[in-house]
């Protein structure tokens, strides 16, 4: 499968609570995504980081990549029930076309 | 428009039949993608365009999906003799350029085959 992989597939958590989600890719990529998916439908771009970043912050949330892992980790900080969604991680490589490589999931519950 | 439109939202056919989801991208935005979810996965590449050619259409699962664009704006993807297996969230997206990086979706169409 092209896609990456994402851990865990599910996290419920309490409101107030940080909540990290992992992802693991399989080629080198330029780039790397954060989008969210809320009720099964359209995604919303969350937040990039390039592949010579290590750590890139908006707002409550932090993303880390680390290329020689070939691995990324969201963290939503201080987390709030209006956070439940799924979240997916999208990875562009460098064959040479603009294709986007999109993770698995997290499904994200923030228990009020 | 103000954001990416993709008509209908919901589509139920019977095996065997064919089908066109369309796609009205971002106005300006001259990269356009169609991605596929099943439900409680992650999306499938399909095709994207920069302008109306397809520099990447490896993701088409058969020769019964297809799709084009024309005039540099509308997409429309067909499946011909839909299986049930072709059940999924079709997705549509599109970015200023393909260097762009940010994706903007539609809603999607949610297709069930019978």
């Known amino acids: 499968s092209q896609q990456g992989e994402e851990d865990p597939q599910a996290l419920s ?11 693991s890719y399989k ?33 409550r949330l932090r993303v880390t990549l680390d290329t020689s892992k070939k691995s990324s980790s969201l963290l939503i900080t201080a987390s709030r ?28 519950k923030v228990l009020a | 428009g103000a954001g990416v439109s993709q008509s209908p939202s919901n589509k139920v056919t019977e095996k065997g039949k064919d089908v ?3 796609c009205d991208p971002i106005s300006g935005h001259t990269a356009l993608y169609w991605y ?19 520099p990447d259409k490896s993701g088409l699962p058969s020769d019964r999906f297809s799709a084009e664009r024309t005039g540099g704006s ?6 011909q003799r839909t299986q049930q297996e072709d059940s999924a969230v079709y997705l549509c997206a599109s970015s200023l ?10 809603s999607g169409t949610q297709l069930s085959v019978l």
């Open chain 1, 13 to 23: 958590i309490q409101e107030g609570e940080n909540a990290t989600m992992n992802c």
């Open chain 1, 27 to 59: 080629t080198s990529i330029n780039n790397l995504q954060w989008y969210r998916q809320n009720s099964g439908r359209g995604l919303v771009h969350l937040i990039l980081i390039r592949s010579n970043e290590r750590e890139k912050h908006s707002g």
């Open chain 1, 81 to 108: 029930a209006a956070d439940t969604a799924s979240y997916f991680c999208a990875t562009l490589n460098t064959s040479g076309t603009y294709k986007y490589i999109f993770g698995t999931g997290t499904r994200l």
């Open chain 2, 20 to 22: 066109e989801l369309r």
């Open chain 2, 36 to 54: 596929r979810q099943s439900l409680g996965q992650g999306l499938e590449f399909l095709i994207y365009f920069q302008g109306n050619s397809a």
């Open chain 2, 74 to 79: 509308v997409s429309t993807l067909t499946i």
């Open chain 2, 97 to 106: 350029n393909e260097e762009s990086e940010k994706l903007f979706f539609g």
